[in-house]
């Protein structure tokens, strides 16, 4: 059906149309391949450049033709040009005497070939645009799923323990600042997305809800993250000390952006959840290890910290550069803030 329309067009729009079509879909089709490294595609651009080299040929031969008439031809068309002429002039005579209008037989204007040609590649270009943009305007239809967005608290009421703790974080800024395009990178499992990302503006506990504790959880599926910023007066040098009081083991300092920091390992608890009658929610049982770096939330560590936590169900865990590498990305997107 195309090949019957395009055979219908005048020579002067047909072929310069072929020629804009074939030059755009071969060069594309070169560069596509090119950039693939598809030697298929290639020849298949090939096939397209030769066909408008062709029509290229066509066409300038054409214009030779018309520019520059054969001898004979042009004996010829004088000769018809003169009698058709004697003709004409008896013919309008005739007419003009009898008040006719001109026949068919009235020579008429031909059409400008140049013209023709800029307004089919005028028309082409049109269609390219339309094609070029239609994508980007039209809804697209792409059914790949996308990393999950922070949802929680973003517009709960924060409990009176953030009013009273100058310029606190919420549960929300932990989550936008944890849940980053590369965090799955920064896990060593790059081809994962994050499955749920949620922030929470809570207390610590056992601290009848003056200490503010936010945090953060970003789910794949392997590792789960897990962000919480703790805002009480306890320096890490004390909070060492704490822990290695409490049997802690596995405890390593370190430094991370010139603030006093630690890694410890802990179990995550398993709760079970019943709805008949006696049921309890209490832990039943330990769940999966977990490896925490905790770091002041300032270099003076003048009190508080931030716990930057990895776990998986599998009970594997990540290297602790892992959890450097993670830390270093996320804490300067959170401005330093004192204990309270």
């Known amino acids: 059906m195309l090949g019957f329309l395009l055979r219908l067009l005048p020579f002067w ?3 310069p149309l072929l020629i804009a079509i074939g030059s755009v879909l071969g060069v594309r089709i070169m560069y596509l391949a090119v950039r693939d490294h598809d030697w298929g595609a290639a020849g298949l651009g090939v096939v397209f450049l030769v066909f408008t080299a062709i029509r290229v040929h066509a066409v300038v031969r054409a214009l030779r033709a018309r520019r520059n008439p054969s001898p004979a031809a042009s004996a010829d068309e004088a000769a018809a040009s003169t009698y058709g002429a004697a003709v004409g002039a008896t013919r309008t005579q005739a007419q003009a005497q009898v008040g006719q209008r001109p026949g068919p037989g009235t020579a008429e204007k031909e059409p400008n070939a140049w013209g023709q040609a800029v307004a089919a590649v005028a028309v082409f270009g049109a269609l390219a645009a339309a094609l070029w943009l239609a994508p980007k305007v039209l809804p697209s239809d792409d059914s790949t799923p996308q990393p999950a967005s922070c ?8 409990p009176s323990a953030y009013a009273k703790t100058p310029r606190a974080v919420t549960g929300d800024e932990l989550c936008q600042a944890l849940n980053r395009p590369d965090l799955a990178q920064l896990l060593r499992t790059p081809g994962e997305r994050a499955s749920t990302a949620s922030g929470t503006s809570s207390t610590a506990p056992l601290t009848d809800g003056k200490v503010a504790r936010p945090e953060a959880e970003v ?4 590792y789960t993250v897990n962000l919480s910023a703790t805002y009480n007066e306890l320096s890490t040098a004390q909070y060492v000390n704490l822990m290695k009081i409490g049997g802690e083991r596995e405890i390593k300092t370190e430094t991370v952006l010139g603030r006093p920091a630690v890694f410890s390992s802990d179990h995550t608890m398993k709760f079970q959840i019943s709805l008949g009658s006696g049921g309890s929610g209490v832990p039943v049982e330990q769940g999966p290890p977990a490896r925490t770096l905790s770091v002041a939330l300032d270099e003076k560590d003048r009190g508080g910290y931030y716990d930057f936590t990895v776990w998986s169900t599998s009970g594997a865990l990540p290297d602790d550069s892992v959890l450097l590498d993670i830390a270093e990305k996320v804490l300067p ?3 330093e803030r004192g204990a309270r």
């Open 333 to 335: 997107t959170l401005p």
């Open 13 to 15: 729009v047909r072929e």
């Open 151 to 158: 949802s929680g608290g973003a517009h709960d009421e924060l």
């Open 219 to 222: 789910r794949f599926d392997t």
